[in-house]
């Protein structure tokens, strides 16, 4: 990224910050309108669930990121962001102007990231969701004592 950076002379525009506390990485969300995620597939490495974008979403950033592996099981298109081509900048550069040019329909879709991450990812959902894994497994392993019971 750096050599990128320098590349096309954008050290004046480009901070790479690297490791950053908690408290400054909200601040950066809060001083945000959109969060961009521009991964690119490396051969051997996948990416991940992508942690980044909730936390995103919950500050109200609508993402555009890469079509990529668990970046696609937190974007729901059009309902808190948007999923373009691994390495189209063109592709990214048209969300983000989309978004530039009509800042009324990034204000609702700020306000649909974080609800859709609140009603799907919080923890209270998630808690529900193990609740009911448990309980089918538990349900399953009764019916089959029964069964084993009949024999």
Not at 68 to 76: A, K, S, W
Not at 85 to 98: K, L, P
Not at 139 to 150: A, C, I, L, T, Y
């Amino acid at each position: 990224m750096r050599s990128a950076v320098e590349q096309h002379r954008l050290e004046g525009r480009v901070r790479l910050l690297g490791r950053i506390s908690d408290d400054a990485l909200l601040s950066l969300y809060r001083g945000a309108d959109l969060f961009v995620m521009p991964n690119l597939s490396v051969p051997g490495d996948m990416e991940g669930f992508g942690i980044v974008m909730l936390e995103a979403g919950l500050s109200r950033l609508p993402t555009v990121a890469a079509r990529l592996e668990g970046i696609q099981d937190v974007i729901h298109e059009g309902e808190n962001g948007h999923l373009v081509a691994s390495g189209d900048a063109g592709a990214f550069a048209s969300v983000i102007t989309q978004y530039y040019r009509q800042p009324e329909a990034l204000g609702v879709m700020s306000d649909q990231a974080a609800r859709l991450v609140e009603k799907t990812f919080s923890w209270s959902v998630i808690a529900d969701q193990y609740l009911r894994v448990f309980r089918s497994m538990a349900e399953r392993v009764d019916h089959g004592k029964n069964d084993e019971d009949k024999d």
